[in-house]
């Protein structure tokens, strides 16, 4: 199986601060893939890295053939016409309606008649179950059909590598769940590959093909959701299973709390 | 000592002049770009149409009530000051020349930058902290074309629109209290005020004005939005800046403008 996204010895780290690295990573076309890892591991930074959000210091990163390291705009810009994007809450565009967000765009990127256009806009919200809000405003709608929406947004255009970032972050039971199988199903329907950044686990672990296990810039773990279930690693073990005691620090590194309170001794 | 801290100060104003210059030049660059991604915004006239709605429509009230008043007190001082000179008949003149050449296109550029400037920066800052620009970026739709320009092209061609209206409720409440009120003969009012307005030097030169002021204040506006930091602060921030910072290159440059235009341009 060939891979869409390949990234290879990739660094990257903001001023200073390295927060990527030596990563490498691939995913096959037609798969759904995680990233996870704590808050703050590195995890949006790498998608953002294979949305060409960001250039790598060091490294290679591929997606669909494109070497993102060096790309033009104009080839960026082509690249991103073939990928979708859902945000952590949606960034739908909150002066359109829900049907002009997700006609947005087939509107700039064809010349499709709007009769067509409404046809394929209606079929898109019908998909994630929401042909009913088609005339509501981003305000008046909750934060999981928020999510959907925009799940139909980021699909409009038939994407061939689907970005989700974070997607079950601040939704209720009912909605993760919803989400999760949305995410699979149209993963599947569309025939498109997706990467989907977490730290939901549990319901990561339901849909996904495989799962790259990211703490402190670093792939510490990878495999199967089965695999990854039963990982003697004790990080993972930790993460998966939600526990209290492990090896995560729970404090961020800095000097001795003596230094700081000024006491004798530190 | 005092040595050091006279060099400190010279540093400090070293260092602020250094962001100024710094940022006007990062503003002009932005007026650059936005010029050159313009071709959207009139190839799909709807989304200026659109913003001069907002920027400029949504200022009318505020714009035509600020007129009425300043023409008003225009009538009443001028009245005061020219009857101790026996030439009170000569009030129409004043209120009319006042205004066309320096308070009609100043104050309402004043007023359209703390209503329509403020809102542009703050509508453009929110779209940023909720990804909203970063969704477009991802969709292969440049923001600058698609958000900045049309917001910029609205400001421009409202302006010279509203600073005409401005001028004209101007005229309309010098000739309430200069007229009506006090009793100075209408015929008077009027017709001195035809005879001393030469349209090429007051009107046209008004006119240039508010074109200038509409440049400056829509991509101070623009661009303050499209720099804010994406947090609450960063918007608010942002928005004090476009203000203060529109306000004062109106006044700077209406000094330049009106050197110029007295002198005649050459």
Redesign the interface.
Known sequence: MTNLVEISDLNFGYNDRLVLKGINLAVPKGSLVAIMGLSGCGKTTLLRLI?G?LRAREGSVKVAGYELNHIGQRD???L??R?G?L???G?????LSVYDNVA??MR??TDLPESVIRDLTLMKLNAVGLRGVQSLMPSELSGGMARRVALARATALDPELI?YDEPFAGLDPISLGVIGQLIRRLNDVLGATSVLVTHDVQESLKIVDYVYFVSEGVIVAQGTPDEIRASPLPFVHQFVWGEVDGPLPFHYPAQTIQNDLGLRGG | MPLDATMRGIRLIGERTLRIVERVGATIAFLGLTLAQSATSFRRFGLVIREIFYAGVQSLIIILVSGLFVGMVLGLQGHETLQNYGSEQSVGVLVALSLVRELGPVVSALLFASRAGSAITA?IG??KA???L?????????PIS?VVAPRFWGGVLSMPVLAMLFSAMGIIGGFLVSVVVIGVDDGAFWSQMQAAVDFRHDIVNGIIKSVVFGIAVSAIATFEGYEAPPTAEGVSGATTRTVVSSSLAILALDLVMTAFMLKGWN
Request: net charge negative.
């Open positions: 949305g959000q960026l810009y082509a991103r016409r990928l994007m945000f952590q809450f960034a739908l565009f909150t002066d947005f765009q700039e990127h970005l | 509508e929110l779209m909720t990804e909203q970063s969704a477009m970026e991802m969709m292969a739709v440049s698609r």
